[in-house]
């Protein structure tokens, strides 16, 4: 079993007492389980964790050969379009990985990207359901029955997209009625960041800048900007918006 990483900034200072143990062995214990790389925006899991809860992810061997066959299918017209055209990575990756340990201990498991087929309690997140499969849609157009039959499982205890677009993806592919309580759109967020700059209290237009990815134009509307002015800023306030490569 490889290395198991921990959230350190909210364990430390309870390290340091030990009247305090009880503490930690009353906190929930999370295990990320990413379908190839983790996403930056998890990073505000084990910076910022929930009150009460601490994440786990691990690096083995085969997350280091992961790292290198996603880098090199960016690279590698082979792997690229043999490979990845061809074959549901996602969810192949998730069925081998079925008898694959987890850290001693953990509560939940938080799949990304991907589902799990080990008998434990999971949840799910994804931008589009289709990623659950792989790359492609046609990959999930011909594996969706066995992922529409692992997220309607006991197991799976929540499906967790992070915009109003990944949860219609799913309620468009799938046949999921009698299951929408388990879907619940929780955006992604991050920590604050400080900026040099000072704005003015009593300016009355908010300028937001959407820069969107490298790889995939556009994705304004799949990446929740839609509704983003209407969740930061309230309704009577004028929001100008500029987008970068949409």
């Known amino acids: 079993m490889g290395k198991v990483l921990k959230a ?10 030990r009247t305090t143990e009880y503490r930690i062995s009353a906190m929930k214990t ?12 998890h990073n505000t899991l084990f910076s910022h964790p929930p009150s009460g809860y601490q994440f786990l992810t691990q690096t083995p061997r085969w997350e280091k050969t992961s790292r290198f066959m ?5 690279s590698s017209p082979i792997i690229r379009n043999v490979i990845i055209r061809r074959v549901p990575v996602n969810l192949y990756k998730s069925y081998f990985e079925r008898y694959r340990k987890i850290p001693e201990g953990t ?6 990207s991907r589902v799990s087929f080990r008998k434990e309690s999971w949840v799910v997140d994804f931008e589009a359901v289709s990623q659950l499969a792989g790359s492609y849609f046609r990959h999930f157009e011909r594996h969706k029955k066995t992922i529409e ?13 992070p915009t109003e677009a990944a949860k219609n993806s799913l ?3 799938l046949d999921f009625e009698g299951y929408e309580h388990k879907l ?8 604050k960041k400080s900026f040099a700059k000072e704005f003015a209290d009593d300016r ?14 556009g994705q304004f509307v799949v990446k929740g900007g839609a509704g983003g002015d209407r969740n930061v800023y309230p309704a009577q306030e004028e929001i100008s918006l500029f987008r970068v490569g949409h």
Request: proline residues 6%; aromatic residues 8%; contains cysteine.
């Open 30 to 41: 999370v295990y990320l389980d990413t379908a190839w790389i983790r996403h930056s925006l």
């Open 204 to 217: 009355e237009t908010v300028k937001l800048l959407f820069v969107g990815s490298s790889n995939i134009a």
């Open 70 to 74: 996603w880098e090199a299918g960016r």
């Open 107 to 112: 509560d939940l498991t938080y799949c990304s």
């Open 171 to 173: 309620l468009q592919n």
């Open 184 to 191: 619940e759109v929780i955006p992604w967020v991050t920590s």
């Open 8 to 17: 350190r900034s909210p364990l430390r200072p309870l390290l340091r007492d």
């Open 149 to 161: 039959k692992l997220l309607k499982s006991e197991c799976c205890k929540k499906i967790l997209p």
